[in-house]
């Protein structure tokens, strides 16, 4: 309200600053609310079952079809990502997201209620189809719900997320296994999905939709836009399938291996970049190096995150429970370079690609600590060191990553960029961490040996890393 001093014949008008709405705000709590609630739900599922897999797969006697389990997630979920990506861009977020919510509680209790190994793979697949509906749509939700000024926040509150169930999903999923059922890991989580649906059906109803195309509009440019979706709906299903393959053939040393490896890229090599924007592979200016940071960054800090717990196991003698929990200290760090990210001090000193720089530096710097982990004259906690600060690299990077996608993006492009993102981290870091495998199963000796082949494949990961450093400061459009 405006208030008046009388010092002139002429009013003097005094403004009050009228504060901000933020995503605590009654106008924006329910959606905050219900997409944390559905971010930690996901999380703690993807922490969780890791722990109670073999457990299951045992149990259902499918050993021998161990890794189809993971490999129907990912196939899947990189055909979701991209169905949402045209689904949201044309009518909105609403049904990708609730539909990839109702996919993923069948496929928890298709997998919770198995009676065979091939029920449980067709769980998870559902499981990874709704899980890339979601994962796509939730960068929907935010761009459309929140104003631009909040969506950097948004984003790290969603990485916040992780913390928790990094932290507890491992011990309540071994707790669960050892002394009720693997089962409950899976229903237990179906159980809970009333949670963040309950806080989103009322916002996701009233998240504007973008303008529709005028009745005039020429009928031969709508057929190409529905030829190219056709096209990139295609490229998606023989990526996804061709990923899939190339993890399953990457780590079988035989004739199985040496088909399915070469058919995988055969798949991958024409279908992968149609999923990408133009210009990724040359780390063009702008989107197109934004989205090749994320899959670069992914590769090599999720690819070396999968080998922490082994080498520690093998190498330096820890238990499995005490090599697992070297890595949660980087949950931590993590969320913490997130929300640091919207501080006031680091804003003024950093542009968005300068933190996205920093944060790819200190994440390839810190994990030559990880090289220096193998040795026996290093105490054990330098590998716990090394995944600590190169967590905190990555949170200066993943929000940042994600809102610069938004605004590079026109309003009809968000969804089909937010998958194209989605796949580059998904596809990147399945290929390293199948490759990182090949190396390990083909120069592999025997436990406390192994010490070569552990800096070999960490050293190809921070490779990686490097180039990420490199060609950070394209993101920036000039």
Not at 25 to 49: C, D, H, Q, R, W
Not at 66 to 84: E, P
Not at 241 to 257: P, R
Not at 395 to 424: C, H, I
């Amino acid at each position: 309200m405006a208030s008046f001093v009388e010092t002139s014949p002429d009013p003097v008008q005094i403004t009050e600053t009228v504060p901000l709405d933020g995503l605590f705000s009654s106008k924006y709590l329910a959606v905050t609310i219900g997409i944390i609630a559905s971010v930690l739900l996901t999380a703690f599922e993807a922490m969780a079952v890791s722990t109670a897999m073999p457990v299951a797969v045992a149990d259902l006697h499918g050993l021998p079809y161990y890794s189809l389990a993971f490999s129907a997630y990912l196939t899947l979920s990189l055909l979701g990502m991209v169905l949402a990506g045209q689904r949201a861009d044309a009518r909105g977020p609403r049904l990708p997201y609730l539909g990839g919510f109702g996919l993923f509680g069948v496929g928890l209790l298709a997998a919770g209620t198995a009676t065979s190994m091939a029920q449980f793979v067709l769980g998870r697949a559902l499981q990874g189809f709704g899980g890339g509906l979601m994962t796509v749509s939730l960068y929907i939700l935010v761009a459309r719900a929140y104003p631009e000024r909040l969506h950097s926040k948004a984003f790290s509150v969603i990485a916040s997320c992780w913390v928790l169930p990094a932290i507890i999903g491992p011990f309540i999923s071994g707790v669960l296994t050892e002394d009720v059922s693997w089962r409950w890991v899976f229903l237990g989580v179906a159980a809970l999905i009333a949670v963040p649906l309950g806080f989103l059906v009322r916002p996701l109803r009233n998240v504007p939709d973008l303008p529709a195309a005028p009745e005039s509009a020429d009928t031969a440019s709508s057929k190409d836009t529905a030829a190219r979706q056709r096209t990139v709906r295609i490229c998606a299903a023989l990526t996804a399938l061709g990923a899939g393959l190339f993890q399953f053939g990457s780590q079988q040393l035989n004739w199985v291996g040496a088909v399915l490896v070469p058919l995988a890229l055969v798949l991958l090599v024409p279908s992968a970049p149609k999923l990408l924007p133009r210009g990724i592979f040359r780390a063009g200016r702008g989107l197109p190096t934004v989205v090749a940071m994320r899959g670069l960054m992914a590769g090599t800090y999720f690819g070396i995150e999968a080998f922490i717990p082994l080498m520690l196991v093998q190498e330096r003698g820890m238990s499995v429970t005490a090599a697992g929990l070297s890595l949660t200290g980087a949950a931590i760090s993590w969320a913490a370079a997130a929300w640091a990210i919207n501080r006031p001090w680091l804003r003024a000193r950093l542009s968005q690609a300068g933190m996205v720089r920093l944060g790819a530096g200190i994440t390839t710097a810190s994990l030559l600590l990880a090289i220096a982990a193998i040795s026996p004259h290093v105490p054990q906690w330098t590998a716990a060191a090394a995944m600590f600060f190169a967590a905190a690299g990555m949170g200066l990077v993943w929000p940042n990553v994600s809102v610069l996608t938004l605004e590079l993006s026109d309003p009809g492009d968000q969804g089909a960029n937010a998958a194209s993102l989605q796949v580059a981290d998904g596809l990147s870091s399945t290929l390293s961490i199948a490759v990182a495998g090949a190396v390990y199963h083909a120069l592999h000796t025997s436990a406390a040996a192994d010490r070569p082949v552990f800096a070999l494949m960490y050293g190809m990961f921070i490779a990686v890393g490097a180039v990420a450093w490199l060609i950070a400061p394209r993101v920036r459009v000039r």
